[in-house]
């Protein structure tokens, strides 16, 4: 990466809410007043977007559970700003946040101006819920105290992220037939073929107020109550991707002395 000069991309913020979250707007607009980064909020949906397919049968039957009314919400409204992406001619990149998200602006003001499908970077996290498998990728990215790692397994959070063109076009072909929640499905990198990447420490952090996508979810994370045998072939997709990657990273490494 950075081995070529890059042009600076056209990047656009877009702030995930439900039209009636007037608190949760007002706080979020307030604590980004100092932000020089542009940024819109987008109105969250609250019904099924236009080129998703759910059966509530065939989730339970998959991944042992249907979905809740806020967990299509969410999924339907990331999907949305995929498809939107895709349509934008004045973008290359997208950074999509939820409203209970509080933001390092000055260290996304940095990442907003690299191009990342020109480092071949097409979805990146700014914060994720749950400690996986990591692999080191490049230190001091972004700043002198963060790095670039790549996630495998189930991080889960759709709180904040940059993504690609070539990143939406991927995450739609792999999210079209919704099976489980949208950052279950997301973290599966082995079927969508896009790198699980993250920057550490996380630029960004969710607030500490009730989620009810969170409190209708309950404990039901990763397919708990899915069948054994779709389990066990993810884990074993997930684990296989992981020393895959390893193998990788170390093959680069000795590459390079």
Not at 37 to 66: I, M, N
Request: aromatic share 12%; net charge neutral.
């Amino acid at each position: 990466m950075g081995e070529f000069e890059l042009s600076l991309p056209r990047s656009k913020c877009f702030v995930v809410s439900m039209t009636n979250a007037q608190d949760r707007r007002e706080t979020f607009t307030h604590n980004a007043i100092n932000s020089n980064v542009e940024w819109a909020f987008f109105d969250a949906c609250t019904q099924l977007a236009p080129g998703l397919d759910y059966d509530p049968a065939r989730s339970t039957s998959k991944f042992g559970r249907s979905l809740t009314k806020g967990e299509i919400g969410c999924y339907s409204s990331h999907y949305s700003l995929w498809q939107q992406l895709l349509k934008d001619d004045g973008a290359d990149q997208y950074l999509i946040i939820e409203d209970d998200v509080l933001i390092d602006w000055a260290m996304v003001e940095a990442l907003a101006k690299r191009h990342f499908a020109q480092e071949d970077i097409h979805y990146l996290r700014l914060f994720y819920k749950n400690p996986v498998p990591s692999i080191l990728l490049e230190r001091g990215f972004g700043s002198s105290q963060h790095c670039l790692i790549e996630l495998h397994g189930w991080a889960w959070g759709t709180q904040a992220y940059f993504i690609t063109k070539q990143g939406a076009q991927a995450m739609i072909q792999a999210c079209q037939q919704i099976l489980m929640p949208l950052d279950d499905q997301m973290d599966r990198s082995w079927e969508h073929g896009i790198p699980n990447l993250a920057i550490f420490p996380a630029p960004a952090i969710e607030s500490a107020v009730p989620s009810q996508i969170e409190t209708d979810r309950g404990t039901q994370r990763s397919g708990k109550n899915a069948t054994l045998e779709f389990r066990k072939a993810e884990w074993k997709r997930s684990k296989s991707a992981y020393r895959k990657a390893r193998l990788k990273r170390w093959w680069n490494n000795r590459s390079k002395r």
